[in-house]
Nanobody, 115 residues
């Protein structure tokens, strides 16, 4: 079982950038299919980006060209580089680790995009 802890959230102005990190422990990180999800106030949790060990990536249409997901297996860490941030990007961002038999979530980190 893997444990996940997100960090890097905070307040940023529109057009700015942030990098989120997700530190994993308790298992073999390289075996997991990793992803970022987000949940805005009053909204359902939605997919943001995912990455395999390949590392092949996939993105939600709303963040393509602005966000970049990456992983450092040697550091057991997942990243989300967020550029050109918009107010609608405001949400709690969650790290996810998936195998064929289990799914694990972090507790989330808050990103607020506002002037």
């Amino acid at each position: 079982q893997v444990q996940l802890v997100e960090s890097g959230g905070g307040l940023v102005q529109p057009g700015g950038s942030l990098r989120l990190s997700c530190a994993a422990s308790g298992s073999i990180f390289s075996r997991y299919f990793m992803g970022w999800y987000r949940q805005a106030p009053g909204q359902q949790r939605e997919f943001v980006a995912s990455i395999t060990s390949g590392p092949y990536t996939n993105y939600a249409e709303s963040v393509k060209g602005r966000f970049t997901i990456s992983r450092d297996n040697a550091k057991n860490t997942l990243y989300l580089q967020m550029n050109s941030l918009l107010p609608e990007d405001t949400a709690v961002y969650y790290c996810n680790a998936r195998t064929t038999v289990s799914t694990t979530w972090g507790k989330g980190t808050l990103v607020t995009v506002s002037s």
